[in-house]
């Protein structure tokens, strides 16, 4: 398994922009579908967005489409999650996953997490 530690969160205004960082320890961080997933208080955690292992695609959730950009690095074992358009519903403690060799669309195929990094937006 991988480790992760995500960073880049904090304070943003609406309409903003963010960039999370994820590093990932271990040699076989290219085989890891890497996906981004979210957590408000009082609220389910929510799948944000995932980069295929193999193909590199991406996909997201229908509320950050156009919005959310993620993208991998695998010579630096690193995922980024870009937020542009930051809106009132964005804030939450955001993680990142890694899936060995899967799909990624469901939060039951990653067995490995991140602590979270913190994302509030001021309207």
């Known amino acids: 398994q991988v480790q992760l530690v995500e960073s880049g969160g904090g304070l943003v205004q609406a309409g903003g922009s963010l960039k999370l960082s994820c590093a990932a320890s271990g040699r076989t961080f290219a085989r890891y579908t890497m996906g981004w997933f979210r957590q408000a208080p009082g609220k389910e955690r929510e799948f944000v967005g995932r980069?295929?292992?193999?193909?590199?695609?991406?996909d997201y959730a229908d509320s950050m489409k156009g919005r959310f950009t993620i993208s991998r690095d695998n010579a630096k074992n690193e995922v980024y999650l870009q937020m542009n358009g930051l809106k009132s519903e964005d804030p939450a403690v955001y993680y990142c996953?890694?899936?060995?060799?899967?799909?990624?669309?469901?939060?039951?195929?990653?067995?490995?997490w991140g602590q979270g990094t913190q994302v509030t937006v001021s309207s």
């Open positions: 996953a890694a899936a060995f060799q899967r799909s990624g669309y469901y939060a039951s195929e990653y067995s490995s």
């Open positions: 980069v295929h292992w193999n193909t590199r695609n991406t």
